[in-house]
């Protein structure tokens, strides 16, 4: 966000979540607004997020904010720097490993509640159809964005709210991970086809198959993802 035109599209992205910030007045509320400019790549690592700004795109006071930011300090997206203020943070290969390990379990565990339910299945295919879109419009944004949905119509069979709202900090914080991979396109169109392929399972109603295609699927990608921090 240092650059001015970013700087712009955030805070008008903010401005359109504004009525639903002022009307529950929370900052709670006010971080999963930040927390979902990570997830749709408009804060990337390094970002510095202006305070006065930002508390004036949300329509919120500057301690709300604080707290806002504080909560996302806690779930490791944002970080507090001495004279740099608070910015977007950088993940580690610690922070890949532990978060593939929480994603195996969740993931694969949600396939085997969820036992592909129909209402779910439409949105992992739509997420498939939408990264191939990606894939032939050259766009990586749209290819990266699409295996985000994917995933999180994964966990959503699993009928568990508290499950989704830990989906989301996880999916947050793998955005941040992806912006170090260099090319999103060239990263995620391996998987696009195999996101296909563990739909084709579900909808076989081939559910063991699918956990353990997911299981080996987050592996691939967390090995695929360390050589590019190494």
Request: net charge negative; proline share 2%.
């Amino acid at each position: 966000m240092e650059n001015g035109s970013d700087l712009v599209e955030v805070l008008g992205a903010l401005e359109a979540a504004r009525p639903d910030v002022v009307r529950t007045s929370s900052a709670e509320r006010a971080a999963a607004v930040l927390r979902a400019q990570v997830d749709e790549g408009r804060l990337r690592s390094g970002a510095r997020l202006p305070e006065e700004a930002i508390a004036r795109a949300l329509g919120i006071s500057r301690n709300t904010l604080r707290e806002a930011l504080s909560q996302l300090v806690s779930e490791r997206i944002v970080v507090r720097v001495p004279n740099r203020g608070v910015l977007i943070r950088t993940p580690t290969a610690d922070d890949v490993r532990d978060v593939y390990r929480a994603r195996r379990v969740i993931e694969t565990g949600a396939i085997r509640v969820g036992q592909g339910a129909e209402e779910f299945l439409a949105a992992m295919r739509a997420a498939v159809s939408e990264g191939r879109d990606g894939l032939a419009n050259a766009d990586g944004d749209a290819v990266a964005s699409a295996n985000q949905h994917f995933h999180r119509a994964i966990v959503a069979q699993a009928r568990s709210s508290r499950l989704d709202v830990e989906m989301d900090l996880l999916l947050a914080e793998m955005r941040l991970v992806f912006f170090r991979t260099g090319s999103a396109r060239e990263f995620h169109s391996r998987y696009v086809e195999r996101n296909g392929e563990i739909v084709e399972l579900l909808t076989g109603g081939e559910i063991e198959s699918a956990a353990d295609a997911m299981d080996t699927y987050l592996h691939d990608a967390e090995q695929h993802l360390l050589t590019q921090f190494d």
